[in-house]
């Protein structure tokens, strides 16, 4: 491959209710995926994808599979970059606080557990978004 | 083709895993292992429990990387190595532990 051995730099964008649609699930199991090709992986969250990272769902009513907990599987799979737009968070009165923990352990670090999840402002994240190869949509 | 173990039968999908994960039983990962002419020791059911109890946490099957990662931490170097998982699962350690364990096949694993 002529490619091999280029790390680019993918971002995963999160924008819908985790339920209702088919998107949250499918752009998970997309990243749990790519994971394996040793990428640069971004995940971000805004408009009412930052419903997909909040604590305690309940899925019971609606006979569907709670897949909320695999989210804190991702620094398992070292995705260690998880940006949530502050403002998205702010318009639906939500802080970080009602956010689950994701956290990953830095192996170099003897296994010490170190946040992934970064609540950050519109503006900055433009610029992350602005940086990337390649932004995927869900 | 579903499996019989103990007069019961249990629904499974064209590569064996079991459709629905609540019918495990420690019984059903013996049989899947007779079927596929092994025997289930000890070292196996380290890994199919790890792999039982991830699952319940994470409620996914996790990629052969990350088992070996997980294992490795959890029993020790010797054991958190893709060599020792083949030589217990030849057929891929995430694919056929995962059946024994009764979960879905990893994702991402074709």
Known sequence: MEDEGVVKKF?????????????????LEVVLIAAAFDQDISLVFADDGVYQLTNNQDTDGIGMKN????????????????????????????TADDLQALK????????????????????ELSKIIDEQDVVLSF | MPL????????????????????????????????????????????INFLREYYEEYQIAPAVRVL??????????????SKYLYELFPYGPAKQACKYAGLPKPTGCV
């Open chain 1, 11 to 27: 971002c995963y964008m999160n924008r819908k209710a985790p339920y209702g649609t088919i998107y949250a699930l499918e752009s």
């Open chain 1, 67 to 94: 897949f909320s907990k695999t989210y804190t599987a991702l620094g398992d799979y070292d995705i260690k970059k998880i940006y949530v737009e502050k403002e998205s968070l702010e318009e639906r009165g939500l």
């Open chain 1, 104 to 123: 990953y352990e830095d192996e170099d670090d003897d296994w010490a557990e170190k946040d992934s999840l970064f609540v950050v402002g519109r503006e």
């Open chain 2, 4 to 47: 019989e173990v103990n007069g019961q039968s249990y629904e499974t999908d064209e590569e064996g895993y079991l459709a629905n994960l609540n019918d495990w039983q420690p019984e059903l990962a013996e049989a899947m292992a007779t079927a596929d002419g092994a025997e289930l020791s000890d070292n196996h059911w380290e890994v």
């Open chain 2, 68 to 81: 070996t990662k997980a294992i490795g931490k959890k029993l020790g170097k010797d054991k958190g190595n």
